[in-house]
Nanobody, 117 residues
Framework: VQLQASGGGLVQDGGSLRLSCTTSGRTFGSYGMAWFRQVLETEREFVAVITWSGATHYADSVKGRFTISRDNSKNTVYLQMDSLKPEDTAVYYC????????????WGQGTQVTVSD
């Protein structure tokens, strides 16, 4: 499954962005879908996950500011990011994940989010 994230950009401190992730090649499976982010040469960091049935879980650093959602009919998962902070600056990736948030398959194309102060 090829996953492609989009919707990133440059935004000021306190601003909002909405990321989208779509699949090519096949429809969503019954796995969870998650967002991760990575700052240059550091480990990818878990951001949020949503199960097939819609249950969600967030990293403490984004809880209350980010909202993950999915539209299975469109094979798309979203990440609404509000009250953005400079420390949210990263490349954001989406992935299908096993329980425990282990990514399935290879990483797709990420999208750069830059928050200026």
């Amino acid at each position: 499954v090829q996953l492609q994230a989009s919707g990133g950009g440059l935004v000021q401190d306190g601003g909002s962005l909405r990321l989208s992730c779509t699949t090519s090649g096949r429809t969503f499976g019954s796995y969870g879908m998650a967002w991760f982010r990575q700052v240059l040469e550091t480990e990818r960091e878990f951001v949020a996950v949503i199960t097939w049935s819609g249950a969600t879980h967030y990293a403490d650093s984004v809880k209350g500011r980010f909202t993950i959602s999915r539209d299975n009919s469109k094979n798309t998962v979203y990440l609404q990011m509000d009250s953005l902070k400079p420390e949210d600056t990263a490349v954001y990736y989406c992935a299908e994940v096993y329980p425990g948030n282990t990514p399935i398959g290879s990483w797709g194309q990420g999208t750069q989010v830059t928050v200026s102060d």
